[in-house]
């Protein structure tokens, strides 16, 4: 299913998507499959793998430490994308994959975005790859139907918002927060006041999620009653993982937890 579709199935059930993020390979390939399974089962609209690299300068300590043990597990792209190929999940939860460019370029743009199309990976998150030198990417995407996926923060300009919204698909990431990802205690006003700042600023008609500091039921349905489509949740994910204590029934545990924060009711 592509990612305009799943927005639009859950708009007509008023609810809100949660997007799960999780390092694939962390603790191992195998256990990435169970993983994965239990965030579906728990309501996972849409899980997001993360391609470990070893500079990964948007993440804050613990998903550093997620994508450190992926990487002394084994994962790179080839084993990444057979085990995306593998996951066998249901049709209708799209897979995104977010990583960084040196991974992409290094592969080669074309040979990368065709890899996502077969292995069932719908949109492409790339944190450190400005709008301004995304054409390339942005045109095999296009020409193969997968979404690029850019951020746009508290920092960003208005006139940037535009460029983004103008050129992004799938859904917008909103960054809750300056700073790196990483669980917080709460919801800061000023992400509240991005979502209608971006919404009126380019009128744009693609979904809004908000992201980087989402751990709670409370705070997923403070953002969706601000106007958000959804609610991209991480390291509460990592930290349950790099527990090692009842994963999957934890991980499903809290992903039915934070998908009723995202219901309107």
Same mark, same amino acid.
């Given at each position: ?115 996502? $199309?077969?292995?069932?990976?719908? @949109?492409?998150? !790339? #944190?450190?790859?400005?709008? &301004?030198?995304?054409?390339? %990417? ?99 994910? $990592?930290?349950?993982?790099?527990? @090692?204590?009842? !994963? #999957?029934?934890?991980?499903? &545990?809290?992903?039915?937890? %934070? ?7």
């Amino acid at each position: 299913m592509k990612l305009k579709d799943k927005f639009t199935e859950l708009k007509t059930r008023h609810e809100g998507a949660l997007i799960a993020y999780i390092c694939a390979g962390d603790p191992t390939p195998e256990a990435t499959t169970e993983i994965v399974h239990a965030l579906v089962r728990g309501g996972a609209d849409i899980v997001e793998l993360g391609l470990p690299f070893s500079d990964p300068i948007a993440d804050g300590p613990t998903i550093q430490a997620s994508i450190e043990r992926a990487l002394e597990a084994g994962m790179n792209p080839d084993i990444f994308f057979d085990l995306a190929r593998s996951l066998d999940v249901d049709a209708d939860v799209p897979l995104v994959v977010m990583t960084y460019y040196n991974l992409i370029f290094k592969r080669g743009l074309e040979h990368f975005v065709a890899d996502c $199309v077969d292995s069932g990976i719908t @949109g492409i998150i !790339v #944190p450190d790859l400005p709008v &301004e030198e995304s054409e390339d %990417l942005a045109m095999h995407c296009k020409r193969h139907g997968v979404d690029l996926i850019f951020l746009i923060a508290p920092t960003t300009y208005q006139e940037r918002m535009k460029r983004i919204a103008g050129v992004g698909s799938g859904f917008i990431y909103l960054v809750a927060r300056t700073g790196v990802t990483g669980a917080r205690a709460d919801v800061a006003e000023s992400t509240l006041s991005l979502i209608d700042l971006v919404r009126s600023t380019t009128h744009t008609a693609t979904p809004l999620a908000v992201g980087f500091g989402i751990s709670t039921r409370d705070q997923a349905a403070a953002i969706i009653e601000a106007g958000a489509d959804g609610v991209i949740v991480g390291s509460a994910f $990592v930290n349950i993982i790099a527990d @090692g204590v009842d !994963v #999957p029934e934890q991980i499903e &545990e809290l992903a039915r937890e %934070l998908k009723a924060g995202c219901c309107h009711g």
